[in-house]
């Protein structure tokens, strides 16, 4: 088990003694202690990690944000495998205390910043890549503000989730068995 198998483990027992649940088996069960999160927290495999980053074609001049971070493992691959800068929020404490911690571990605090945050109160103009693995709902919740906010050849990642049809992504992959969308801010929107 490595570092970051570890705290994730840590994480899922705090969970199960906090509520009395049993902890979680593997990466698609909820973790962390707060759940009035209307998504809970559940980290992207590595494999999705790297096909995101590829699919947003993120560079070392990318500002990649990611809106409900948990462990930040995205912002610090793009920080590690492509030297970029980024910024991940989220609503739950122990979620970005463990970012934090893993950003330390990996170097790349000069690169990467997380901040407890909600999403929709986050000013996004900074960013050139946002990264999203929420639900439909909050994906189509968050579209006027990315909009908005984002300028133009801006992109937007989804793990999973698309905009229905009120957005068609620019792209779409699977990878694993994962549906991943690209968005690109002024490309047909
Ligand atoms: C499915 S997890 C994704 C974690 C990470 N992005 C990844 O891909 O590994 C969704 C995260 O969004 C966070 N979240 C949900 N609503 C939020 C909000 N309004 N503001 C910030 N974070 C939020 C949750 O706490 C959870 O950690």
């Given at each position: 088990m490595n570092r970051r198998e570890t705290l994730t483990a840590m994480l899922a027992?705090?969970?199960?003694?906090?509520?009395?649940?049993?902890a979680p088996k593997d990466e698609q069960a909820p973790t962390g202690t707060n759940f009035s999160a209307a998504v809970p927290y559940i980290p992207t495999r590595?494999?999705?990690?790297?096909?995101?980053?590829?699919?947003?074609?993120?560079?070392?001049?990318?500002?990649?944000?990611d809106l409900g971070c948990g462990d930040g493992r995205i912002?610090?691959?793009?920080?590690?495998?492509?030297?970029?800068?980024?910024?991940?929020?989220?609503?739950?404490?122990?979620?970005?205390?463990m970012a934090e911690s893993q950003a330390h571990w990996e170097g790349v605090t000069n690169r990467v910043k997380f901040a407890l945050h909600d999403l929709f109160?986050?000013?996004?103009?900074?960013?050139?890549v946002v990264m999203?693995?929420?639900?439909?709902?909050?994906?189509l919740r968050l579209r006027p503000k990315l909009l908005a906010e984002l300028h133009p050849g801006s992109r937007i990642v989804s793990n999973r989730f698309d905009m229905a049809d009120v957005?068609?992504?620019?792209?779409?992959?699977?990878?694993?068995?994962?549906?991943?969308?690209?968005?690109?801010?002024?490309?047909?929107v």
């Open positions: 027992l705090g969970a199960g003694a906090c509520t009395g649940l049993p590595p494999e999705i990690v790297d096909a995101m980053l590829d699919l947003g074609a993120v560079g070392a001049k990318d500002v990649v944000y912002v610090i691959a793009a920080a590690k495998r492509f030297g970029a800068s980024g910024l991940g929020v989220d609503i739950q404490p122990d979620v970005i205390a109160d986050l000013d996004l103009r900074p960013a050139t999203l693995y929420l639900s439909v709902e909050l994906n957005w068609r992504p620019t792209r779409s992959i699977v990878v694993a068995d994962t549906p991943i969308h690209l968005w690109r801010v002024g490309a047909g």
